[in-house]
T-cell receptor, first 112, second 111 residues
């Protein structure tokens, strides 16, 4: 079955370190998204991509970057981790702008 | 402020109906969604409604959309303990695929 997987599921890192969270989908979806979930804010969009070599900033993109070198993967990089980036991160994909978005299981990141 | 607003908590007894409310601000939204999140899990799409519809029913779920007031509600009939979860309302931004989420409503179902 097609799926979307995130790794790792849990990570603890130190302030200032570079961290990369992986997202891999096997639906061959064009659209991929990264959200962060924080108490009281729901999910907020960090970055998104509509296809290979396409990346766009979302609502809360400062301190994050993404790259899309193939259809299946959209890794999220925290250039220099900060305590404010402690959160649960969700990756999602969809075939196009009007179809269901499928979400990964999430990555819980703690920055100490 | 947030584009999408939800109340944070709802408690009901098993067998009762639950109604979760949501208000949104973008009148150009094409689709409005309800997602369910169980503890430690990702988001599962429950149902959605196209912006030119008033109501959609899917088994125990009924979605009502009042476009004039930009108000969306999710009714769960015969609520079960397995319905305990966080429910998110989300609006789509045109045809972009980008979703704007509410803060989530925690539904507690008491036996």
């Amino acid at each position: 079955d097609a799926e979307i997987t995130q790794s790792p599921r849990h990570k603890i890192t130190e302030t200032g370190r570079q961290v990369t969270l992986a997202c891999h989908q096997t639906w061959n979806h064009n659209n991929m998204f990264w959200y962060r979930q924080d108490l009281g804010h729901g999910l907020r969009l960090i970055h998104y991509s509509y296809g290979v070599q396409d990346t766009n900033k979302g609502e809360v993109s400062d301190g994050y970057s993404v790259s899309r070198s193939n259809t299946e993967d959209l890794p999220l990089t925290l250039e220099s981790a900060a305590s404010s980036q402690t959160s649960v991160y969700f990756c999602a994909s969809s075939a196009d702008g009007n179809t269901e978005a499928f979400f990964g299981q999430g990555t819980r990141l703690t920055v100490v | 402020g947030e584009d999408v607003e939800q109340s944070l908590f709802l408690s009901v007894r098993e067998g009762d109906s639950s109604v979760i409310n949501c208000t949104y601000t973008d009148s150009s939204s094409t689709y409005l969604y309800w997602y369910k999140q169980e503890p430690g899990a990702g988001l599962q799409l429950l149902t959605y409604i196209f912006s030119n519809m008033d109501m959609k029913q899917d088994q125990r779920l009924t979605v009502l959309l009042n476009k004039k007031d930009k108000h969306l509600s999710l009714r769960i009939a015969d609520t079960q303990t397995g319905d305990s979860a966080i429910y998110f309302c989300a609006e789509s931004k045109g045809n972009t695929g980008k979703l704007i989420f509410g803060q989530g409503t925690t539904l507690q179902v008491k036996p």
